[in-house]
């Protein structure tokens, strides 16, 4: 449990938290969402979402690839960037069905990339302890999706669907500011530990 006293560990497991639960906000109740705002047949929800799932497999691959390539940062702030960026313009995309589901795509290619780079840097965070880590991250997403779809579940009982895109890019680039947050006291600490010397 130590590797939970250490306040990166924290913040990028807020990270995690804050990311699932926009994206779960929205996923949750992607079909009345789509229908309400696209106006989609089932059959084209059933499509959309099928594209989505070779979204979702390419961006598991990108991100990887990101990560090894450019770094742990800047794959989590581009991937968090536009993850928020399609949620908040959702309504706005799906104004038309193409529009619709390329945003959907994109979405969830974005989120996809995402975890890649995010499971990495808990494992850079605590080398030593780094099964413990992941397994709390497993549980902080599984605690992600149920508030999400709580959220999600509230605002579509007392509004519409329309703006569960919003709520979720919100909570999305909060988690972008934890990001920023935990990289800078790993910077911090860089400091200190070269002043130290």
Do not use: C
Request: hydrophobic share 55%; net charge positive.
């Amino acid at each position: 449990m130590a590797a939970l006293k250490n306040s990166r560990v924290v913040t990028a497991l807020l990270i995690s938290f804050l990311f699932v639960t926009g994206y779960s906000t929205v996923y949750t109740y992607i079909t009345p969402l789509l229908q309400s705002a696209a106006g989609m047949t089932t059959a084209l929800v059933s499509t959309t979402l099928l594209l989505a799932g070779l979204a979702s497999a390419a961006g598991s691959r990108i991100g990887g690839f990101a990560t090894d390539k450019w770094g742990i940062r800047p794959t989590l702030y581009v991937s968090l960037l536009l993850h928020a960026a399609i949620l908040i313009a959702f309504p706005f995309a799906a104004q038309l069905i193409v529009g619709a589901m390329l945003a959907t795509m994109v979405w969830i290619g974005a989120v996809q990339t995402m975890v890649p780079a995010q499971q990495y840097y808990l494992i850079t965070l605590s080398p030593h302890s780094s099964e413990i880590a992941l397994s709390v991250n497993t549980s902080v997403f599984q605690f992600g999706l149920a508030v999400g779809a709580g959220v999600g579940g509230l605002i579509v009982d007392r509004y519409t669907a329309a703006p569960l895109g919003w709520v979720g890019g919100a909570t999305v680039l909060l988690g972008l500011f934890f990001a920023w947050l935990s990289f800078s006291l790993g910077r911090t600490a860089s400091s200190k530990a070269v002043l130290s010397k």
